[in-house]
């Protein structure tokens, strides 16, 4: 069943997170995060359920640049291994376009890792180019 998250699923998505995306951060923060961007408009989270428990899950933002039209920004698209394969990840694809529509976004944009081959496949089969490779930075302002 899709629906959109709940602050109750954090449970749930903590264990995506850890097991099928390799994010591997504390249970308390991962649910203190989810209840946050579950507040902000800009944000869309849905989840795909199946007996009784969170199996997949898509995050998406809005994205506001000076130098395009709105767009969406997929932030994280993952479910759990034993149901791959089943059509959950092109139905939570779906819903975010559906969302961005409603929100009047010109596009959807996403990153993905570059040796994540068989998700590159995945977003082909399902209408997504890539445009560019490109390098990820990070500083951290945590000493």
């Known amino acids: 069943m899709l629906r959109l998250c709940e602050p109750t699923d954090g449970l749930n998505i903590w264990q995506i997170n850890c097991?099928?995306?390799?994010?591997?951060?504390?249970?308390?923060?991962?649910?203190?995060?989810?209840?946050?961007?579950?507040?902000?408009?800009?944000h869309c989270?849905?989840?795909?359920?199946?007996?009784?428990?969170?199996?997949?899950?898509i995050h998406?933002?809005?994205?506001?640049?000076?130098?395009?039209?709105?767009?969406?920004n997929v932030l994280g698209l993952a479910v759990k291994k034993a149901y791959r394969r089943n059509g959950i990840g092109g139905l939570l694809l779906l819903m975010v376009e559906d969302w961005?529509?409603?929100?009047?976004?010109?596009?959807?944009?996403?990153n993905s890792g570059a040796r994540r081959t068989a998700a590159h496949a995945f977003y082909e089969?399902?209408?997504?180019t890539c445009r560019k490779e490109q390098r990820n930075y990070f500083k951290s302002l945590i000493d």
């Open 100 to 110: 961005a529509r409603e929100i009047g976004a010109e596009g959807i944009r996403l």
């Open 125 to 128: 089969a399902w209408g997504y």
């Open 19 to 42: 097991e099928d995306l390799g994010y591997e951060v504390p249970l308390d923060l991962c649910e203190s995060q989810l209840k946050k961007v579950l507040k902000n408009p800009e």
């Open 60 to 72: 998406a933002q809005r994205y506001d640049v000076t130098y395009a039209n709105p767009l969406v």
């Open 45 to 57: 989270i849905f989840v795909y359920e199946c007996d009784g428990q969170v199996v997949g899950y």
